[in-house]
């Protein structure tokens, strides 16, 4: 379902220099398959991420998602490739403000020009415990209330890859666990792909697939 292979990432810095971050020669994923991917501050876990979803440019290499190679595509075929294939929880949630928690959910399938599907949208919400917040734009929420608006969003498409990045960090720990339980039993019903990054040896120990990006990057390597 995704392969990521001989990817590599620099960025310039402002004295004209580049900074090497990325050199992943392999990195591939199953249908269905749940991993947790670890490592150190700074090692370049979201910068995957974001190659992996089309965000970022990779310098070389590619992304190969449900049989496309995402790095072949323009801009505009890799938002909507986006809007149909991935979901994507981000670790500062990127919720509109003057949308409510219902509005936002809804939005993400506005993007692929499906018809809003109201009833899953309410669904999601419910299950990680919003059932009462339908109507609250994200300055009437809590930090965790708005990353649980954040992972329904990520779900509500059906995606065929989820990425995760950090999902539970701004949640409260009542609701960690339903929140992780919630990502997971929705990507095992409908044969997600979930790449969840995470630095809480709690969160990755119950995965059955456990990742370091330093083992993975041959930058970290050298």
Known sequence: MLLVENVQKSFRLPDGSTLPILNVPRFAVAAGEQLALVGGSGSGKTTLLHIIAGITRPDTGRVEIDGTDITKLNEAARDLFR??????????????????????????????????????????????????????????????????????????NRPKVLLADEPTASIDSRHQQQVLDLIRETCREENVALVLVTHAPTVSEQFPRVERLEELNQLAAA
């Open 83 to 156: 809007a149909n294939k991935l979901g994507y929880i981000f670790q500062t949630f990127n919720l509109l403000a003057g949308f409510t928690a219902l509005e936002n959910v809804l939005l993400g399938m506005s993007f692929c020009g499906r018809k809003p599907d109201e009833a899953r949208a309410r669904q999601l919400l419910e299950r990680v415990g919003l059932g009462k917040r339908f109507d609250h734009k994200p300055a009437m929420l809590s930090v965790g209330e708005q990353q649980r608006t954040a992972v329904a969003r990520a779900l509500v």
